[in-house]
Every structure is written in C-alpha cells, then in structure tokens.
C-alpha cells in the first residue's frame, strides 16, 4: 500500500516537472522557437487547430519564424489569431507566408519574462508541495487504520520527503537554466 502511495505521487510530482517544461517552452527568449506557437489556437473550419498543425513553422535565423499554412485561406485566421496571442510580435502576411520577426529583447522586458519563469517554477513547487501532502494524509490514514506501524509511516514519510526534495531541487535547476537563457543576450 505505502508503495502505491509513492508511485502515485512520483507520478503527480513528475507531471509537475513536465508542466514546467512545456510552460519554460513557451516563454519567449532572444532567439525564434517555433514552440512559442504550441499554445496558439486558430479556429479552422470551426475546430480550434493548434498553428503546426495547419502550416509548416520554419525558422531561417534566429529572430524570424516563416509560417507556411498548407490551406492559403487560412492565412488570415492565423495572422489574426497570433495578433490576438500576447506574443508580442508583429506578423506579416505576404499572401503566401506569414512572418514573425523577433526583435532583440530589452533588458526590461528580459526581467518580466524571468518574473514570468518565477511564477510558472512557484506553480510546479506547489503541485510537488501538494502531492507530498497527499501522499502523508494517505499514509497517516493507513497507520490510523492500524493497517502500518508508526515507524512504517515515519519512514514512508521520510522518503515522501526525500522525492519531494528531489523533486524541488529539480524545479529550481531548471529554473536558473531558463532564467540564464533568459537573460543572456
């Protein structure tokens, strides 16, 4: 029972950590990504369509994005849908492609983006925070059924603890990597 307790907050804790991957992915640096368009949605034929899922996203260096929509119609409820993304990019349609150029970030806006990092880090802190708590409630309620002995739930919550540590240390890793690519220039 204490096994399938950890395995289920090892798994919370790892969606936590991979959350923060995606949200990390998303966060604008210096350089294009096309990764900063996962989260934009263009309604395609009444179907809200992730953008690479509908063109072809290229970057020919490393402050331009070329997206190549497949269908030409679609063109506009992409430009449109970008426009309305907090990007905080310009697009240009040529009537073929769309390009987004990235301009160099301002030191100003380079602090925002590592406040925003900070934010999303404190999230996955919280849901590892949270998956620990769980997990302790768990086993407390085994050792209340008599169903463990008490040094069974001390040491189940020990290595609760260790994972949750592991777990945290990894967050903030991840964390001063994005914030040093961040702030690089």
Request: glycine residues 2%; hydrophobic residues 40%.
């Amino acid at each position: 029972m204490i096994d399938e307790i950890m395995m289920q907050a090892e798994e919370r804790m790892d969606k936590a950590v991979s959350s923060l991957g995606d949200n990390f992915a998303s966060v604008r640096t210096g350089r294009a990504n096309a990764m900063i368009l996962d989260r934009i949605k263009v309604d395609y034929y009444g179907v809200s369509t992730p953008i690479n899922q509908m063109a072809a996203v290229k970057t020919p260096d490393a402050h331009m994005l070329v997206i190549e929509p497949w269908d030409k119609s679609s063109l506009t409820p992409i430009e449109q849908a970008i426009q309305a993304s907090d990007l905080g990019v310009s697009p240009s349609n040529d009537g073929a492609v769309i390009r987004l150029p990235f301009p160099a970030l301002t030191e100003e806006r380079r602090r925002e983006l590592v406040k925003q990092c900070k934010t999303y880090a404190e999230e996955a802190r919280v849901a590892v925070r949270n998956a620990r708590r769980d997990a302790n409630t768990a086993i407390e309620k085994l050792q209340k059924d008599s169903e463990i002995s008490e040094d069974d739930a001390k040491r189940a919550e020990a290595e609760c603890q260790k994972l949750t540590d592991r777990y945290v240390a990894e967050i903030e890793s991840t964390f001063k990597k994005k914030e040093d690519e961040v702030m690089e220039i």
